[in-house]
């Protein structure tokens, strides 16, 4: 693939803190469409990364763009090109299903007739009008993770980043995100995901794990498997670590 078709170009990205380096000269390029995989240890420096990607921290050294942009000089010509999911907050509690969509729409910069009609389409897309108007912190995780990816690409964003989508939800519930995933690329938007489920891996079109700062291996799922003599992603990131 030429640079055209890249929408993530990293080199020698290093980011510390104090004496301490998060992401010690991670390189690495993600092309458009395509859904990659980010994955490593609690620590690794997964996450130090995406907030550098997102243009919500400055990398200590190295060359980054992002859409096209820079993230020395291109911080929040980054941000509107996004969206952006964790496990740890993307919801309101106290708002409900509804209000918590047009709310982020509103952040997005959506005029209010285009919010109205992409409510309307979304809520009958997740098959979820009934609760429209119910407290998110009242339906389940599940539906959570969906409406907050839902809500993470409700501005049709070239680009989504999600740290851990998924955890604590249970199987049937992330095979169904992951088919949310699979819609979303279908429409051109790529996604950039980072997960402790070695089996999720297994859906992305190519995968890094990161180790100790480092990016210790990257290919295609099969690829890997291959290289590290294994069965599984799993078993590709157990070999490593023992070797770390």
Same mark, same amino acid.
């Given at each position: 693939m030429n640079s055209a078709g890249k929408i993530i170009e990293v080199k020698d990205m290093v980011k510390k803190?104090?004496?301490? &380096?998060?992401?010690?000269?991670?390189?690495?390029d993600v092309y458009r469409g395509e859904i990659f995989g980010f994955l490593g240890a609690n620590g690794a420096g997964k996450t130090t990364a995406i907030k550098i990607l997102c243009g919500l921290s400055l990398p200590t050294s190295g060359e980054i763009k992002v859409a096209g942009y820079d993230v020395y000089t291109g911080r929040e010509q980054i941000k509107t090109r996004i969206g952006y999911m964790s496990q740890k907050f993307s919801?309101?509690?106290?708002?409900? &299903?509804?209000?918590?969509?047009?709310?982020?729409?509103? *952040?997005?910069?959506?005029?209010?007739?285009? *919010?109205? *009609?992409?409510?309307k389409t979304l809520l009958e897309r997740l098959n979820i009008c009934n609760i429209a108007n119910t407290l998110v912190r009242e339906i389940p995780l599940g539906w959570k993770q969906k409406l907050a990816f839902s809500v993470a690409v409700f501005h049709?964003?070239?680009? &989504?980043?999600?740290?851990?989508?998924?955890?604590? &939800?249970?199987?049937i519930a992330r095979r169904q995100f992951w088919e949310l995933i699979y819609e979303a690329t279908g429409h051109g938007i790529t996604v950039f995901v980072t997960t402790h489920y070695m089996d999720e891996a297994e859906y992305c079109h190519r995968v890094s794990i990161m180790s100790e700062g480092k990016i210790s291996a990257l290919d295609t799922p099969e690829n890997l498997k291959k290289q590290y003599h294994a069965n599984d992603i799993n078993e590709v990131f157990v070999k490593i670590a023992r070797n770390n």
């Open positions: 803190f104090g004496q301490f &380096v998060a992401n010690d000269h991670l390189t690495f919801l309101y509690e106290d708002l409900t &299903v509804k209000e918590n969509i047009r709310y982020y729409a509103g *952040i997005y910069g959506l005029p209010r007739r285009e *919010i109205n *009609i992409k409510t049709d964003p070239e680009l &989504v980043f999600l740290d851990e989508p998924t955890g604590g &939800v249970d199987p």
